[in-house]
């Protein structure tokens, strides 16, 4: 039973996703493109945590689903990143291929939740 938001896989998996960003352009001398696919990668995690601790106050998934469809969004600006990043020559396109088929995963998990919650969007007993 998922209790935290800790215990949810596409928070997790998000995780994976921050720290594998942070490592591969940890010296990339481009400030401006390393901070913003940092920060699209922390806005996946940090939108599942926050969506998920209002949604606990919340009598239903709508809250929930607004923020994962916020994660959502920036999981694809941080695939998109990821053909800039492979363009310009800041990782080969192996690496490249690798996180953005990383990305589409998460993604696709997060559209399953998504749709998972809107099924099941019933009011919470009290």
Known sequence: ???RFE???VWQLSRELVVDIYKLF???RDFDFKSQIQRASVSIMNNI???FERGQIAKDNKQFVNFLNFSYGSCGEVKSMLYIAEDLNYIDEVRAKQMRDKCYSLSQKILAFITYLQKNDKPKQQ
Do not use: K, P
């Open 1 to 3: 039973m998922i209790q």
């Open 7 to 9: 215990d949810l896989n």
């Open 26 to 28: 940890e010296r990339n």
């Open 49 to 51: 945590a926050e969506g």
